[in-house]
């Protein structure tokens, strides 16, 4: 054969013949399809669908941070959102299903190892789904959980890390108000969580939206006085006292919210950095409620976390917020302890 009839022949081989030749080792093997509980393959989306590194910060959440530790009380914990998004979660992993935000709904933070955990959403009437995504990237989903009817489960071991959550609607274009329960135990069911935002169970609340009065930029009024923090702050936590109440109904400024509110912010809380891992506490004798408005005017609010204690934990941008206690039946006036802190641990009963 001549150079020229050579060269041709060499021009027709395969590129993946090619890549072999040379020192005589063989091209690397293709990547294995992506799978539920799989690692993320190449060409899966990196926005919404992104994994966190470790050491590398979660990022954003549309309805908070929860943080837990096995053995967590109360069991279960529980927090509130709005299902759906733009997103197939089909575009995250072949398997899951729904539509979802780009941004995940919650970040759930698991301090240690649990060797058995179910994380369940009841959306009441709606069709809901579960997408989770693991710290490695790989993905847990779920859509109509054996015996939940359309509410979704997903359920087994979890490591230490950051979990990203969306909570989908099953059709696009729909959004649902849904309640999400974590557990450790059998016998918690998704349809005892309560029907949604709002539904009166008790967990965590994350921003349900925004409202509430609106204040001067320059405004520093409040009943009970301003408490500024920084990451870090000691002693942690940091405790104020005052007293609940007011005349206005707090379901007027989101129907998630609950109690009688004062229309003077009972406490002012300016965080002088971000803090990721935030929680508000308070404790009273009486049946006591929770509302908080961001500085971009976001609006938390939370009835019944602890007993009849309220809660609310999400994490915190610098900039000053105004909370409000309020007690849940009109009328009522009771005195509490309201406490700030970042540790998981601390419980509402053990203010001091």
Request: proline share 9%; glycine share 14%; hydrophobic share 30%.
């Amino acid at each position: 054969m001549n150079n020229r009839g050579q060269r041709l022949l060499i021009g027709l081989l395969p590129l993946a013949v090619l890549a072999g030749c040379g020192d005589g080792t063989p091209p690397p093997p293709p990547p294995p399809p992506n799978a539920v509980g799989g690692p993320v393959a190449p060409g899966q989306p990196v926005a919404p669908g992104q994994a966190v590194a470790p050491g590398q910060a979660a990022g954003n959440s549309n309805f908070g941070t929860v943080s837990l530790a096995s053995g967590f009380v109360p069991d279960p914990h529980t927090a509130t959102g709005t299902s759906g998004g733009a997103i197939s979660a089909q575009t995250l992993n072949p398997s899951c299903r729904g539509w979802v935000a780009t941004t995940p709904d919650h970040l759930f933070v698991a301090t240690n190892q649990f060797t058995n955990l179910r994380i369940m959403v009841n959306g009441g009437d709606a069709d809901t789904t579960l997408v989770v995504q693991r710290p490695d990237g790989s993905y847990l989903c779920n859509d109509d959980a054996a015996g939940e009817g359309r509410n979704p489960v997903v359920a087994g071991g979890f490591a230490p890390g950051t979990y990203k959550i969306w909570v989908g609607s099953y059709e696009r274009g729909q959004n649902n108000s849904y309640t999400i329960g974590f557990t450790e135990l059998s016998s918690v069911r998704a349809s005892s969580l309560g029907g949604g935002a709002g539904s009166g169970a008790g967990g965590s609340a994350s921003s349900v939206g925004r409202g509430g009065p609106t204040f001067a930029p320059n405004d520093t009024a409040s009943n009970f006085g301003t408490t500024t923090l920084r990451t870090g702050f000691m002693p942690d936590p940091k405790v104020e006292r005052g007293t609940s109440g007011g005349s206005v109904s707090a379901s007027t400024w989101n129907s998630s919210c609950r109690g009688w509110v004062a229309q003077t912010p009972d406490h002012l809380l300016v965080a002088q950095t971000a803090m990721p891992n935030f929680r508000v506490l308070v404790h009273s004798r009486q049946d006591t409620t929770l509302v908080m408005q961001g500085p971009d005017g976001s609006l938390y609010c939370d009835d019944d976390s602890e007993g009849r204690d309220p809660i609310i934990e999400a994490p915190l941008t610098a900039g000053t917020y105004r909370i409000w206690v309020g007690s849940y039946r009109q009328g009522q006036n009771s005195s509490y302890k309201i406490g700030f802190t970042e540790m998981s641990s601390t419980r509402a009963r053990r203010l001091r």
